[in-house]
C-alpha cells in the first residue's frame, strides 16, 4: 500500500474494492486490528480515485473514530473536510492531539488556537492540547497545561493530574515528580487512574535508591492491587528493591517463586541469576 505503481496498479483494479473488502472481514475474524486499519485506508483512497466519496468517507470516518492515533488519522480528518463531511469537535480534537509529533507540534498547536477561538476552550480542548504536548515530547509545557486542564476539567481532573506527574518525572526530575505521585495516590477516589499512582510512586523510589522506601511501598501496592495487571513487574520490582537494601533472603524466595511462574524462557534466566546474586549475598555460596 505504501508503493506508488502498486497503488496505482490497485486503483485501476476492478476488483480492488470487493478483494479489500473481504480482507477487511478477514481482519475482523482473526482481531488483526493494524492491516485492517491499513486495508480501510487503502480502500478509502481506491473509492476516492473512483469518485465513491460516500464509502471513502465511512472509512475515513471509521479510521478517525476509531484509531485516532493512526498515522493516517490526520490526513483522513484532511481529506473529510475536503469532501465537506462533518467531524465532531470533541474527535477533531482527539485526532490533533493524538498524533501530534516533535516535529508537527507547532502547526498542531496553532490548529488547536483557532478551534479553541472558532468553538470556545472547554475543558475537553484543555484535556487535549496537554495531551500534544505529552505527545510531542514537550514535558515541561505539559505539566502546566496538564495542571490547567485538571482545574478546568473537574471529571477527568485524576488522569490530568496523573499525566502532570509522569510529565514532571521527565522534565522537573524525580524528586518533584515523587512529591506529585506522593499526593495523588491517596486522592485518587475511586478512578481507573488510582492503582497506577502509587505503582509510579515506588518505581520512582527505586530509581532514586531509596530501596527501603521502594520496598515498602510496592509491599502497600501489592496489598490493594495484587491481582491488577502491573501486580507481576511490582512483585519483581520489589524483589530488585529488598535484594539492594540488604535483605537478599527474602528477595531470594521472591525471586524463586517469579522463575517458577515464568514461562518466558530469557526472563526465566534473568530470575535465576539473580536468585543466584540473592543466595552468594546471604551466604549461600553453594547454593
Known sequence: SRSDPLLAEIRGHSDALKVLGRCIKRCQRN??????????????????????????????HWLIANHPENVHSRQALLELDKNKRRVSL????????????????????RELDRLGKKSGKGPVWY??????????RSYPRAVSAFDLAARKNPKHAPECRYYAA???????????ALKRFSWLKNRLGKSPWRERAPYRHGELLLQMKRDREAARSFSRYLSQYGKSKSAATVRYFRALAL??????????????????????RRFKASLQHLEGVAAQAAGQGAR
Open 127 to 136: 484535556r487535549m492540547r496537554a495531551k500534544a504536548l505529552y505527545g510531542a
Open 90 to 109: 470533541a474527535l477533531r480534537l482527539t485526532v490533533l492531539a493524538k498524533t501530534a509529533t516533535v516535529a508537527n507540534l507547532d502547526a498542531t498547536l
Open 31 to 60: 482481531r488483526l486490528k493494524h492491516l485492517e486499519q491499513e486495508a480501510r485506508w487503502l480502500r478509502a483512497k481506491v473509492a476516492a480515485a473512483r469518485g465513491r466519496l460516500l464509502d471513502a468517507s465511512a472509512d475515513w
Open 243 to 264: 535484594l539492594t537494601s540488604g535483605r537478599p533472603k527474602k528477595a531470594q524466595k521472591l525471586l524463586a517463586n517469579l522463575r517458577r511462574k515464568s514461562k518466558e
Open 166 to 176: 509522569r510529565a514532571a518525572t521527565r522534565s522537573l526530575g524525580a524528586a518533584a
